[in-house]
């Protein structure tokens, strides 16, 4: 049974998580709840439900503070959903941020995303990835991993393909 994430409510009515592990030990999601956790963001965006300010408080680990009103809204909309007091919700809410932070430092993504009216509109293989590997120790992914991932996963690997070596 994973350990409880405990919750508390600072008198300015912020949030404080003591979470039981480290970012980098966070579980992966699948990529279908990243998705709709992505949508479920940008409607309480578009809604302007920005929540409160939160802090997770990592053991043995730093402590991320989402005071920023657009982290702040996305970690509510998260909340509601699928609740930041489990792993996975907490997983979900931590791996949107963290891809959002690669989305606008890293360049050579641009491929792996559309724009519109409608909203933005992710590659699988960028979701996929997103939602399976891992965090560093900020909360973060790291960008030549990610580079070196999806170069494969979008160019295809014999063994993607289905071809035998031989």
Partial sequence: MPLPIRVARAPDGALHYAIPCRPEQIPAVS?????LAWDAARDAAAAEHWGPHRTLLFQDGPAMALADADAACWAEAVDRMAGLE???????????LALVDLLARARWMRGLYAISAEGIELH????????????DAAGRFDETGMKRLLSHRIAGTPADRGDKAG
């Fill in 86 to 96: 489990t792993l996975s919700g907490l997983s979900l809410c931590l791996r949107l």
């Fill in 124 to 135: 699988p293989a960028l979701l996929t990835a997103a939602a399976t590997e891992g965090l």
């Fill in 31 to 35: 990529p279908v709840a990243l998705s």
